[in-house]
């Protein structure tokens, strides 16, 4: 079990039911991060709303497929990895996402082992990479699902605003459900606050909330609010290429340290 850290993947999946509160941008970003400090990533975007795809810059029109023909056993995914330039030293492949998946949820509706379908996808893809990211939608529903299923950990990304840990509750039942059911070795792997204001009396309530309430589980690295995280996506880059000087690069930068540092301290303790 444990020489497994090595030689597979460690697979996290990116999710909180609420939109808004970064999950995309910690996707792109800390695939982008990792690749830069030499880890092999794959990044897969699980959203039918296809913004880690385009953020990527992966032009819809050019591809030829995405994750929803995978998931219905039309499409091998390793035919469909896109390339993302990170640096001149660095890139990282992406398993895009498109429109049609909203429809997937029916359509695997009535598959025997629905919710296992992406844990199958991604179990031979595990070798050849040392992270693999899971962008999920802004649901509970049967694609979270198979992100929290085929997951080691999950990262959870509150927004430092009114209501952040409304709804975390009902997250952290569902990956209850899917431990009991499905995943039982599914970890949490952090919480992380984003849209981080210094300015604002509010962000600095919800960081002190959050770490009353999930304690060393928060990560020490926090996402400030960054003009150049939200600029990034429009020209199709990772703040890493885009604007590598910026406060975001540097933030996104801090988080793979410490996903890496989380990493080989389970590896070392086992
Ligand atoms: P989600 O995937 O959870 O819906 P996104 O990552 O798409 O959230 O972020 C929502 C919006 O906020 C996007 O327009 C994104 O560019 C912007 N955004 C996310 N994080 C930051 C940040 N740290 N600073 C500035 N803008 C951000
Ligand atoms: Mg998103």
Redesign the pocket.
Known sequence: MFTRGAILATIIAIA?Q?????????AVNLAASLSAKGSRILLVDL?PQA?ATSGCGAALDSLNGSIYEVLLGKRDARSLIHDVFVDFNSTFDLLPSHISLSGAEVEMASFIGRERKLDEILAPLALDYDYILI?CP?ALGLLTINGLAAADSLLV?VQCEYYALEGVSRLLETVQLVKQQINPDLQIEGVLL??YDSRLQLSQSVANEARRYFGEKVFATV?????R??EA?SFGQSVISYAPDST?AENYTDLAAEVMDGCVTVAASN
């Open positions: 909180n609420k939109g808004g509160v970064g999950k995309t941008t910690t959203d913004n962008d802004p990304p984003t849209l996402i400030k609010r960054n003009i995280l939200a996506p975001g």
